[in-house]
């Protein structure tokens, strides 16, 4: 059977709103940047392999980031001052690619961007967990994702129009404009959050008993649910490579690299619209079953381009593409927060971003590995399998929760 949830509680906060808006601003900037590195990286003579180091070893960097926001998150009293940093620091650097000559500066503002954007993340979304009523996280985070991706829609929109006139460099410059916008709407719209101490243990009837710390006093464990989840999060990961293979991929079977900012258009609109329908439609139905579909829809997307049959099935695969995202990350999120007290919702969201980054962080070098031996099409089909097996995972993590509470 589903898994229940209650009625939908208050109306989305003020403090949500200004979390979307600092994500739609943030993102404009990033993928104006983002969807252009790959053809940029190959102007300096880098290429798969190169890109695999750069975005895995990003996206680690992110993942201790998040790790260490998720506990300090749990022990301050004003995260917001984490967050303010966070913004200030990856839109100060995103203009520097404009300057580079080399792949390895590009990596080092890749590590400075994801730093940055690993110390502010847990932070935020334990803020946003705690401005919003918990009947109506999935729809909070749902509305950020969905906020976070139209400013992907708009970033590749603006690149796409400013790349013939301005070049590459040219882009990297001007992502500086939202990204000042971003800071601005950081600092003076979102609110600070009441932070909730742990007090070394929990009077919690509603939780697992796992969650209960012993008489030595020693912090809450973390409960098993919990752990199902990750569990089967972790393994997908390992096959969740940087999305810049994709861009590659399509670009090997014949799309242009000045249509990248499109491959990222027409994945960001299907994104946009349906992560604030997943996420509230996840407040009445099973995360672990919307989960599962969506990792379902990455297996469907990554077989297609393995095969890669037409530049027509890679765009109507990549619009698709959008909907994995749509299904997992604003679902995710609530689904790792609601297994937990509020005490440990930072420690549980920095673990889980940390296990799930540093398994990233392998598929990216694996992939690229893979694809220097073997050609796309081996590591496109191992993650595609990857995936649907993880899928399955997720379903047992559910008949395992509902097995442990009744």
């Known amino acids: 059977m589903p898994e229940a949830r209650p009625p939908a509680g208050k109306a989305i906060s003020r403090n949500i709103y200004a979390f979307g808006a600092t994500s739609f601003l943030n993102d404009t900037a990033s993928e104006m940047a983002y969807w252009v590195l790959p053809a940029f990286l190959a102007s300096l003579g880098a290429g798969p392999a190169q890109l695999g180091i750069i975005e895995g070893i990003a996206e680690s960097v992110a993942s201790f980031a998040k790790l260490f926001s998720g506990y300090l998150a749990d022990r301050v009293r004003r995260r917001k001052p984490i967050v303010v940093a966070g913004y200030v620091v990856a839109n100060a650097v995103k203009p520097l690619l404009a300057l580079t000559t080399s792949w390895w500066q590009i990596l080092v503002i890749r590590f400075a961007d994801r730093f940055s954007k690993g110390i502010r993340g847990t932070a935020r979304d334990v803020m946003v967990a705690g401005s919003q009523a918990e009947s109506r996280l999935g729809s909070a985070y749902g509305l950020i994702q969905a906020m976070d ?18 070049g590459l460099r040219g882009i990297f410059w001007a992502a500086a404009i939202p990204g000042f916008l971003c800071i601005v709407v950081a600092t003076l719209g979102i609110r600070e959050t009441k932070a909730v101490r742990s007090s070394g243990r929990l009077d919690v009837p509603t939780l697992e008993p796992e969650v209960m710390s012993s008489t030595t006093g020693l912090a809450p464990r973390l409960p098993r649910s919990f752990y199902f989840v990750l569990l089967a999060v972790t393994l997908f990961s390992l096959g969740n490579s940087s999305d810049m293979f994709l861009v590659l991929r399509a670009q090997s079977i014949g799309i242009s690299a000045i249509q990248a900012p499109l491959l990222g258009l027409v994945f960001n609109i299907t994104y946009t619209l349906f992560s604030w329908p997943a996420g509230h439609l996840s407040d009445r139905l099973s995360r672990r079953a919307m989960a599962a579909a969506g990792y379902l829809v990455f ?8 095969i890669a049959p037409s530049a027509r099935a ?7 593409y959008g909907l994995f995202y749509a299904l997992t990350n604003p679902v995710l999120k609530a689904l790792v927060v609601e297994t937990v007290a509020p005490e440990m919702r930072g420690r549980a969201l920095g673990t889980y971003f940390f296990v799930t980054s540093v398994a990233a962080l392998l598929a990216s070098v694996i992939t690229g590995e893979l694809w220097r031996q073997y050609g796309p099409r081996v590591p496109f089909l191992l993650s595609a399998g990857i995936a649907a ?6 379903l047992a993590s559910r008949r395992a929760r509902a097995a442990a509470t009744s």
Request: charged content about 0%; glycine content about 6%.
């Open 149 to 166: 991706s139209a400013g992907a829609i708009a970033g590749p929109l603006i690149a796409l129009v400013l790349l013939p006139h301005y």
């Open 299 to 306: 297996a469907t997307v990554y077989l297609i381009f393995a």
């Open 314 to 320: 890679i765009w109507f695969s990549m619009a698709t």
């Open 389 to 394: 097996i993880s899928a399955v995972l997720l």
